[in-house]
């Protein structure tokens, strides 16, 4: 069935280091990956989203790659901030099935002055 | 503040009960989302409506029911709670039924006692 599988599960960095985390995703009709940012205790928030049809989109210092070969998709975040410590999640989609999101577990980001 | 609003913020009840969950779309969107977060299973998609429609289903069990009024409020009822239903319960809203955009509520924190 559909799964994504999220890695690292935890992630300590130093500030202004850069942070990683790659998923991978089962379903290869799969088109729409979106990041979400959830801070301890908060609602998870869309911080990025790339579309098949891309390879990379940047944001500031917020970047996602996709390789559709391989079925896999990842956040970068360089000059990290403390502010940036929470957990992420990435997700997966298919075009016309609504707007199920397939969530991987999760990566806790920890970024230490 | 996404605009989405969400009630109660906490809900105690024992096994065997039942509980609605209300949520409030932003303005303007017509979709309603409903995922459960666990500790152990991450964030899942339960159920989507748009614009008072069935528009996607996840692993939604069959003790489990939603609905999206005219108005486009949604409820999620909860039956036969079990201490593993306890967990948070976040809605979610978008303008369209497809990839976009999911704008989280502050969640209600569900304890099966």
């Known amino acids: 069935g559909e799964n994504v599988e999220q890695h690292p599960s935890t992630l300590s960095v130093q500030e202004g280091d850069s942070a990683v985390i790659k998923c991978t995703y089962s379903d290869s009709a799969s088109n729409y990956f979106p990041w979400y940012k959830q801070e301890l205790g908060k609602r998870p928030q869309l911080i990025i989203d790339?579309?098949?049809?891309?390879g990379e989109k940047k944001d500031q210092r917020i970047a996602v790659t996709l390789n559709k070969t391989a079925k896999h998709f990842s956040l970068h975040i360089t000059e990290t901030q403390p502010e940036d410590s929470a957990v992420y999640f990435c997700?997966?989609?298919?075009?016309?099935?609504?707007?199920?999101?397939?969530f991987g577990q999760g990566t806790e980001l920890s970024v230490k002055p | 503040d996404s605009g989405v609003t969400q009630t109660p913020k906490h809900l105690i009840t024992a096994t065997g009960q039942r509980v609605t969950l209300r949520c409030s779309p932003r303005s303007g969107d017509l979709s309603v989302y409903w995922y459960q977060q666990s500790l152990d299973q991450g964030l899942q998609f339960l159920i989507q409506y748009y614009n008072g429609e069935e528009r996607a289903k996840g692993n939604i069990l069959e003790r489990f029911s939603a609905q999206q009024f005219p108005d486009l409020h949604s409820e999620l009822n909860l039956s036969s709670l079990e201490l593993g239903d306890s967990a948070l319960y976040f809605c979610a809203s978008s303008v369209a039924s497809e990839q976009e955009t999911q704008y989280f509520g502050p969640g209600t924190r569900l304890l099966v006692l």
């Open positions: 997700a997966a989609s298919r075009y016309n099935q609504g707007g199920k999101l397939i």
């Open positions: 790339i579309r098949s049809n891309v």
